[in-house]
């Protein structure tokens, strides 16, 4: 069985034969990928090989050019992505508190002020960040950021949390910190999806591995598995740290 079909029973979200082309190429080429509910889901893969692009389809931030991403069976639509929510590798900020960027997040889900306000102290006291209730988001320190993001994007309490790379710019402490947000959330009952360049960190935070080169699944199934024993020729070069992998150019 291709390793795209591996996975065949239904899932919280699925990418059906998703396609998205730019530029005069197939950057993602008919990805079929079951995200199970509850689930921690790893992406990992070669620069290039179309992480971003696939977490950004899967959130609806892109439409795709073929194929679908569905929800609980159904087109992802605007009620379905109201359900999610995503941390960038860069936390991105708005200019005021950070009591403000949290308030600004709930409000405009239509909470109300008592609620949003009990959600707003929640989400300082998980991200540890109280003692900087008042103080412009902008100054925080990275770590700081990451941790307002990651405890922002959590208030909405989404079903599905995609993180793009959430730590790589971050010390050993500040990962560590995002880490355990991130598992408080899947032990919450959120379903985690990230991408990662660490593999230490997909044992830590991972259930499940999809391996992607070149726009594709190259390999999906439990991390230890992919990381420990890969069957595909991507993984396995990647493991051994073999990087001349060329991507073939699907032009059109
Ligand atoms: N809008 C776009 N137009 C044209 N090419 C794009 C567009 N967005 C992404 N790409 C290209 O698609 C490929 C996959 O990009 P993507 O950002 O998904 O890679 P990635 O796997 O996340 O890589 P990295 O590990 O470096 O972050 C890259 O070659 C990128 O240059």
Redesign the pocket.
């Known amino acids: 069985m291709p390793a795209q079909r591996q996975q065949a029973a239904p899932g919280l979200l699925e990418a059906r034969g998703l396609t998205?082309e730019?530029?005069g190429?197939r950057?993602?080429d008919g990805l079929d990928l079951v995200i199970r509910p509850g689930r921690r889901t790893v992406?990992m893969?070669?620069?290039?090989?179309?992480?971003?692009?696939?977490?950004?389809l899967l959130h609806g931030l892109?439409q795709p050019s073929a194929g679908a991403v569905l929800w609980e069976g159904r087109p992802l639509d605007r009620a379905a992505r109201r359900l999610q929510a995503m941390v960038f590798?860069r936390p991105v900020m708005l200019r005021r508190s950070v009591r403000a960027n949290l308030r600004f997040a709930l409000s405009v889900r239509g909470l109300r002020r008592d609620e949003r306000r009990a959600r707003e102290d929640e989400a300082m006291q998980r991200a540890r960040l109280c003692h900087l209730a008042r103080r412009p988001a902008r100054v925080l320190s990275g770590g700081e950021q990451q941790r307002l993001t990651v405890a922002r994007a959590l208030a909405c309490h989404p079903r599905v949390l995609f993180l793009?790379?959430p730590t790589s710019s971050l010390d050993p402490q500040s990962t560590q910190m995002i880490e355990d947000l991130v598992n408080e959330a899947h032990g919450d009952g959120v379903t985690v999806v990230m991408?990662t360049?660490d593999p230490g960190q997909a044992r830590r935070l991972g259930d499940d591995l999809v391996f992607?080169h070149d726009?594709r699944v190259a390999e999906y199934g439990p991390v230890a598995q992919v990381l420990n024993a890969p069957r595909s020729d991507a993984a396995i070069a990647w493991r051994d740290g073999r990087l001349h992998l060329q991507?073939s150019q699907r032009t059109f």
């Open positions: 998205f730019a530029g190429a950057l993602i992406i893969g070669p620069n290039g090989a179309g992480k971003s692009l696939t977490l950004r892109l590798q793009d790379e991408v360049h992607l726009g991507p």
